[in-house]
């Protein structure tokens, strides 16, 4: 197939490569010309713009708009929305909140455009592992789109079979599935990100106490100073934890035990945010995922005001004056 | 009465000075003479040692011991508690863990010697308003107590009373109770305080909410620059978040709004982490007590290893890198 | 001065008297005939419909609606909006979300509409104690609205001043502050309530503690059987723990210790849910509010689906099978 | 090398089937003669009591208890210790406390008996895939037991290796770690198990809130009814989530996608309890994993004496009913 893509950081670039590979066309668009001919070079089409893009893809033309969450790939998407026909495909593949896909999907409607999202992981490894794609839209676009899907995912690999799986949509087993309507595809996208954060926070606590297990503060026959990277080794080995994440946390341990070249100042993305929204609406009770995003925003503050008024108060009430660190 | 007082820090000189006003009579012990000076001259009798103490004081000799938790109180106990004699009664008026109380109380039974845990609340206020008691021990000893008991306890005051306590202990709405035996007191403390650290963090992270809506990163029109002091004094009355921690905010907010002379480094002290292990161990969920010493802990560290090995898992899954502060 | 009052439950009722017995002439509507009548026999002139309420209100007119929050609230606010000329005022004392308030305010101010929220404290106490209020709207306005605040404010009562207030707003001191624009009133109500969310669930916690301390999973010796009303009691004396919310926990549990009349599930009303969202839009961690609002929601269920999970992962990896209640 | 193992339950069994299969020899002692005589079938050799295990083994003699944590473990530590001799060891390989090992390892010193701790992961899939191994104990017992290990644990596999490896104990990788003195190989695997709960109940929100996504209390356009099972399986595959945990919660929900055989009624082993403690010991904030704990607390309770207190607070305010569930 031929599919445009718009967008050409990090993961629109490799997502090109990994199409390309497998024999589909990709005509490509960014405002950072250096990223537009890393991607010529593997074989893209370059166009000049929207426009010229869709009339280089053949009809229904499909573009995949992977653009950093938020107002730029609005004002994209209604930009070339505005050049497309009917029987179109928008997709977009970047993070964007569900409900923003609900609404596009029902404003595109009527002019016969077909919106298409895509929750996409990966990160740096999607090129050479493949992405899993978590995808909301209409069924007849999804299976048209498949080809596109099926490239870009996974597929199988060397993972071993769930029992019972014969039975059901062999999509899933390939790293792929079409998870529901306009939306659902970036909404599943969002809970993984939130299970992501508390699956993070809590190796980041566990390891936090064997490392501090050391601590001058504990009893002298009670102290252990163990080795972080053999700890996460070991546990990629027959151990229930054992997980990619755990995979990442070996790399860098055994690059550097104390993580010297990180201060620790943490980003979170909408999706963390947006998923604790989600669990409220729905009246779910979600304190794990939610205090791993908390501790991400106090990672970025010297103090919060919070800390302040507790000392306040301390000493108010009880005339204590502050430690010092 | 006569009692003896060991440890005239903030709590036990003020407490030496609440029961001397009421007629009784302080035999006093500190290491540091300013300190026993100062009590001096309230009224009190001055012991050069224990020994003294107990020589000066009529049978049965009742000896407060009112110290920093921890080793220090379990040695002039321990050397108190060898000079005494049969029917004496020590008191430990301190922030003693409530399994010491039983263990010592256990150890005095069989020479006689009668062990009182008193949980002691009141800060810098207490001497003028009273100290809330909290008290664990034998029936008759904490009935022979009473005098002392009442003294320090705030009385009824002109606070509202509660419906139905006529049929009750009266010696609650004048501010002391008989939890149960030896250790009971303490631990009846030991939670007071968990509940303390929890209504504290629960200000605090409001407080915290309502400052940063002033933020430049929230929409123009969705911003508002609060006053602080005005909010914590308007809440004092006819709201049901008013409390004497509120009280206390209000004072430190009006004094300044910023807080500017904090830091936001929070001690915390053994009666939280008691708490949550008691927690633990009846199966009894305590979110909001834990997480509130957890920001304590926090707020100590510019940094947790915790924060750089999320650093480091999203620096090797996605290539991010970390933000500046 | 005279006032329009629309929604006479619990709250509105109570307002509408207090107004009345201070000399405010109050025309009313609702619904429900049997709350008008209650109100009219107090002295308020009842209102067939918002026309007529408006007819017999002198020029500038001023509304107060009481309404529960959501959709009721915004019916009949463009309802009354429609017929309100330049000059008009219109309340809303309601739990509205303050986002609704800014937007509101904004559509009202090209037609010359004065808008004012009003964050109301004060529960089923309000008619005699005098409700907290935090206001948020045009300065000219509130001002204009004055007579009404201070009668409907608690006053400044026999409540301890805060040193220092001489120099600022007396209106804190009276109960009623004047926040900012249009939301900021029903903003600091928000957390306001997302504060009590937290203190509440502190106290919880707290006395399950305390109860559990007699079960028979602990060791015989550490068990306590803990009086919960005498505890409260004494607790409201001199302990730094006092407070408003632990009066109503004495008042409960002098009634009947083990709560036998509560099941223990526990609604949540909107401002839990928005403190949260607030918290995060401003990246402030807000732990206590958040877990506080997660305990009611999983208090409202028999099972989570969560639960289920991890009792199904316990048995795929270990075969554990799950404990009888 | 021929090893005693008491205790054949699920681990026990096991432990001796995967290292008679490799010509290791086991004298083995359970209470339950079925147990024993199913072991027996494979190879091992039975024993009538403790000293007639002892007996069987060649010197130094080398047993390993597998029993469930707490009293029975101590009970038959102490009997086995007592029938030992200068050089013998034994080894801990159930979870039991790690402070418990410092005592008893510092206690069997002086008789010149070894105390090894094995702290051992692999569940019902030990036997074929291995177990991974945390040891605690003198460096020179350790390789003396290299081959036992070395057998049990799940070797290097097909998991792909970690950057920088080859500079390092290569032990990790085959799946066993020395982690220090006696203690530590414990400590290690609670703080695994601590992981563990975290990583779990970040899982169990996550399938919760997508559950709940079907929910009539969501507005209609924005309800999707996902997949479970699907989600599950295609995050197996190129996603940062997948892990040895979603493979079972695949497992689980490809089976039954409504989790119908299982209440949600959830155990918890002391390792979960002890990491918490572990975090306040050192002070290091523990959210997540506290959090998990607690949920399970939760789990096995209808309601809460704290759900009543907060029903009881509301109704006192603001004469609130219970909502009916």
Redesign the interface.
């Known amino acids: 197939m031929d599919i445009g893509i718009i967008g050409l950081g990090?993961m629109g670039a490799n997502i090109a490569r990994r199409l390309m590979r497998e024999g589909h066309k990709c005509v490509v668009l960014d405002r950072n010309q250096d990223a537009v001919k890393d991607v010529e070079k593997a074989g893209a089409t370059p166009a000049k713009d929207a426009a010229d893009m869709l009339q280089k893809l053949s009809s229904p033309r499909a573009v995949w708009l992977m653009l950093p969450a938020g107002k730029i790939t609005e004002t994209v998407l209604t930009e070339v929305a505005g050049l497309m026909r009917e029987g179109d495909i928008l997709i977009d593949g970047g993070n964007s909140f569900y409900?923003d896909d609900?609404r596009r999907a029902?404003a595109l409607r009527p002019k016969g455009i077909h919106y298409v999202d895509v929750g996409t992981?990966?990160?740096?490894?999607?090129l050479e592992?493949?992405?899993?794609?978590?995808i909301g839209g209409d069924q007849a676009i999804v299976t048209h789109l498949d080809p596109i899907f099926a490239c870009l995912?996974?597929?199988?690999?060397?993972?071993?079979r769930?029992?019972?799986?014969d039975r059901?949509?062999p999509?899933?087993?390939?790293?792929?599935?079409h998870?529901?309507?306009a939306?659902?595809g970036h909404?599943?996208k969002m809970?993984?990100n939130?299970?992501?954060?508390?699956?993070?926070?809590?190796?980041?606590?566990?390891?936090?106490?064997?490392?501090?297990?050391s601590?001058s503060?504990?009893p002298e026959?009670?102290r252990?100073?163990?080795?972080m990277?053999?700890?996460a080794?070991?546990?990629?080995?027959?151990?229930?934890?054992?997980?990619?994440?755990?995979?990442?946390?070996?790399?860098?341990?055994?690059?550097d035990g104390d993580?010297k070249s990180?201060?620790?100042?943490?980003?979170?993305s909408g999706e963390g945010?947006w998923?604790?929204?989600?669990?409220?609406?729905?009246?779910?009770?979600?304190?794990?995922?939610?205090?791993?995003?908390?501790?991400?925003?106090?990672?970025?503050?010297?103090?919060?005001?919070?800390?302040?008024?507790?000392?306040?108060?301390?000493?108010?009430?009880?005339?204590?004056v502050?430690?010092?660190?």
Chains 1, 2, 3, 4 share one sequence.
């Open positions: 990090r409900k609900i029902k992981s990966g990160g740096v490894w999607g592992r493949g992405y899993c794609l978590m995912a996974p597929g199988i690999g060397k993972i071993e769930t029992p019972g799986r059901r949509d999509r899933a087993e390939h790293g792929y599935i998870c529901g309507p939306g659902s909404f599943v809970i993984h939130g299970i992501e954060y508390g699956l993070m926070q809590a190796y980041a606590e566990g390891f936090d106490i064997l490392r501090n297990k601590s503060d504990l026959d009670e252990f100073t163990l080795d990277a053999d700890i080794e070991v546990w990629r080995r027959g151990s229930v934890v054992s997980s990619w994440l755990l995979d990442l946390c070996a790399i860098a341990l055994t690059r993580l990180f201060t620790g100042s943490v980003s979170d945010r998923t604790v929204e989600a669990a409220i609406e729905e009246a779910v009770p979600a304190d794990v995922l939610s205090t791993a995003l908390y501790t991400r925003f106090r990672s970025r503050r010297d103090h919060t005001f919070a800390e302040k008024l507790l000392s306040a108060m301390r000493f108010e009430f009880g005339g204590h502050e430690p010092k660190k």
